[in-house]
Every structure is written in structure tokens, then in C-alpha cells.
């Protein structure tokens, strides 16, 4: 927490002034690090007349000013609104690159975590679940934990039948599914229950030629984000598909309780891993 009766240069100053640094040095460096995050102008100010992002970067040079050569974040923008939050994803990865500090973030948020990171690593009761890139965590979630945390993937659940080399056949339901082993997947065993997941953008609503996967559901409902929206279909006993895309490829506008087919290709389902 910042001192609140000191002001945005005073707190900055503080561990410095601890160190026994001179006042001109003291006064070099601190005046380098707002100008780093953008904060110079409000130098004379205290932390109860800034906004909650201003307070968050403060905190932020107060800490850097002391050239850790590692930062722990915990929840840095948990108390920010939307807007907020989003510049200070920015204005971390700017000051981190910069700086060249290794930064390790706790946080909840995935879109934080996949949005600022070189590396992600997931846990789930204090057990390492994967670690990777925002785009292999992304795209290829090991395990059935990790591809719900992360969301934007459908889940399904069935009984592996029989192997193909790198393909796997899993029944679901009344339905067999065409579904792609990933190099991480060390053991299939046929008569088991497995977990294969779908990204949300994968999937295909509407009859399409060449794909090896499809099931019947009914429209529930579609959730607009900007210019993407998804349309949420039941299928089965009451498991909710999610199908993303562009809103200018999706002209078509579903009633509720509307039967539909929704396919994907048989590469684009990846078997989890069994914890």
C-alpha cells in the first residue's frame, strides 16, 4: 500500500532515502522512473487524488525503483476496472521489456495471463497443470482443468473405442468422434474414459463438406464480444456447445430452440491428458 500522506515522489523516493542514496541521486532516479510510467506530472500529488490505475503505477515504481532483478505481481489489476486494466496490460509489458526484469504475475485472469505473458504456467490446488506460451496454452490445453480455466473450449466426455496412429475414436453419447492425439498424450487406453475439447473458433454451425465431426444441438442463445459473437447450442443431456465467429460471416440469426448441425474437422478436437 502507498503512504497516503506522502506524496507520489516522496513514496517513490522512500526506499532510497532507507539506503542513504544522496539527495541529487535520489532525485535523478526517482524523476527517471515516473517519467517511465508516465506519472512526472503528478510527482507533487498524493495517492488519494489519483485515479486507481495513477495508484497502481506508483506502487509499480516504488518497487522498480529499487532495480529488483525479479518482481513478484500478485493480482496487480484485480481492483481496476475493464478499461482500466486493459492499459496497464499494456503499460507493464511496455515497462517490463524496457527494464528487462523478469516479472512473475499471480493472477485469476485469464485473459491477463495470456494477454501479458512469455510464459504461463497453470495451477490447480498448488499442482503445475502446464506450463507454455499463451498460444500452446491456448491451443492445446493438456488437461480437462487447464481447457476449462482457460475458456473458449468445449468439453466432451466419452469412452475411447479404438486408435488410428495419431487419431483416436471416442464414443460420446450415441455418437463417434474423430479426435486428434497430441505428442503430450503418453498413454490411450482403449475401453477408458477419455476428455477431448474443441476451441470455441473451431467449431462450424451448419452443415459443412470435409468435416469428419458433427452433432445436433439446439440454439440457446449468442453472446456478442465486439465484432466476434457466439452462438450456444445444447446438445446431448443438457452439454452446451459454443460456436465463435466474425459477426460478418455469421448472418444468420437463430431462434430459440432451433435445431442445428455443428461440425469441426477431425484436427481440430485434441484429447486431454487423464490426471
Same mark, same amino acid.
Request: neutral net charge; aromatic residues 6%; without cysteine.
Given at each position: 500500500? *502507498?503512504?497516503?500522506? @506522502? $506524496? =507520489?515522489?516522496?513514496?517513490?523516493?522512500? +526506499?532510497?532515502?532507507?539506503?542513504? *542514496?544522496?539527495?541529487?541521486? @535520489?532525485? @535523478?532516479?526517482?524523476?527517471? #522512473?515516473?517519467d517511465l510510467v508516465s506519472l512526472s506530472e503528478l510527482a507533487r500529488r498524493r495517492p488519494s487524488d489519483l485515479s486507481g490505475g495513477q495508484q497502481q503505477r506508483v506502487a509499480l515504481a516504488r518497487a522498480l525503483i529499487a532495480r529488483p532483478t525479479l518482481l513478484l505481481l500478485d493480482e496487480p489489476l484485480g481492483a481496476l476496472d475493464f478499461n *482500466?486494466?486493459? /492499459? #496497464?496490460? %499494456?503499460?507493464?509489458?511496455k515497462i517490463q521489456r524496457e527494464l528487462g526484469i523478469t516479472f512473475i504475475m499471480v493472477t485469476h485472469s485469464q485473459l491477463e495471463a495470456l494477454?501479458?505473458?512469455?510464459? =504461463?504456467? %497453470? #495451477?490447480s490446488d498448488a499442482v503445475i497443470q502446464q506450463i507454455g506460451s499463451s498460444r500452446e496454452i491456448a491451443e492445446n490445453p493438456h488437461t480437462k482443468f487447464v481447457a476449462e480455466f482457460i475458456g473458449n473450449n468445449n468439453i466432451f466426455s466419452g469412452v475411447v473405442k479404438s486408435r488410428s496412429g495419431s487419431m483416436v475414436f471416442v464414443e460420446a453419447g450415441d455418437q463417434i468422434f474423430y479426435v486428434r492425439i497430441p505428442e503430450y498424450v503418453r498413454q490411450v487406453r482403449v475401453g477408458h474414459e477419455a476428455h477431448? /475439447? %474443441?476451441?470455441?473458433? *473451431? #467449431?462450424?454451425?451448419?452443415?459443412?463438406?470435409?468435416?469428419?465431426?458433427?452433432v445436433d444441438g439446439k440454439f440457446v442463445t449468442t453472446e456478442f464480444m465486439g465484432s466476434l459473437e457466439t452462438d450456444v447450442f445444447e446438445v446431448g443431456d443438457g452439454l452446451l456447445v459454443q460456436v465463435e465467429q466474425h459477426?460478418? =460471416?455469421?448472418? @444468420?440469426?437463430?431462434?430459440? !430452440?432451433? +435445431?442445428? $448441425?455443428?461440425?469441426?474437422?477431425?484436427?481440430? !478436437? %485434441?484429447l486431454l491428458k487423464q490426471t
Amino acid at each position: 500500500a *502507498l503512504f497516503p500522506h @506522502r $506524496t =507520489v515522489f516522496q513514496n517513490v523516493e522512500f +526506499s532510497l532515502k532507507m539506503k542513504g *542514496l544522496p539527495k541529487d541521486e @535520489r532525485a @535523478r532516479q526517482v524523476w527517471e #522512473m515516473l517519467d517511465l510510467v508516465s506519472l512526472s506530472e503528478l510527482a507533487r500529488r498524493r495517492p488519494s487524488d489519483l485515479s486507481g490505475g495513477q495508484q497502481q503505477r506508483v506502487a509499480l515504481a516504488r518497487a522498480l525503483i529499487a532495480r529488483p532483478t525479479l518482481l513478484l505481481l500478485d493480482e496487480p489489476l484485480g481492483a481496476l476496472d475493464f478499461n *482500466l486494466r486493459q /492499459s #496497464m496490460i %499494456v503499460e507493464l509489458k511496455k515497462i517490463q521489456r524496457e527494464l528487462g526484469i523478469t516479472f512473475i504475475m499471480v493472477t485469476h485472469s485469464q485473459l491477463e495471463a495470456l494477454s501479458m505473458a512469455d510464459k =504461463v504456467i %497453470v #495451477m490447480s490446488d498448488a499442482v503445475i497443470q502446464q506450463i507454455g506460451s499463451s498460444r500452446e496454452i491456448a491451443e492445446n490445453p493438456h488437461t480437462k482443468f487447464v481447457a476449462e480455466f482457460i475458456g473458449n473450449n468445449n468439453i466432451f466426455s466419452g469412452v475411447v473405442k479404438s486408435r488410428s496412429g495419431s487419431m483416436v475414436f471416442v464414443e460420446a453419447g450415441d455418437q463417434i468422434f474423430y479426435v486428434r492425439i497430441p505428442e503430450y498424450v503418453r498413454q490411450v487406453r482403449v475401453g477408458h474414459e477419455a476428455h477431448f /475439447s %474443441v476451441r470455441a473458433d *473451431l #467449431m462450424h454451425s451448419g452443415k459443412q463438406d470435409g468435416m469428419a465431426n458433427s452433432v445436433d444441438g439446439k440454439f440457446v442463445t449468442t453472446e456478442f464480444m465486439g465484432s466476434l459473437e457466439t452462438d450456444v447450442f445444447e446438445v446431448g443431456d443438457g452439454l452446451l456447445v459454443q460456436v465463435e465467429q466474425h459477426r460478418k =460471416v455469421s448472418d @444468420r440469426l437463430y431462434k430459440m !430452440g432451433e +435445431s442445428e $448441425t455443428i461440425s469441426w474437422a477431425a484436427q481440430s !478436437g %485434441v484429447l486431454l491428458k487423464q490426471t
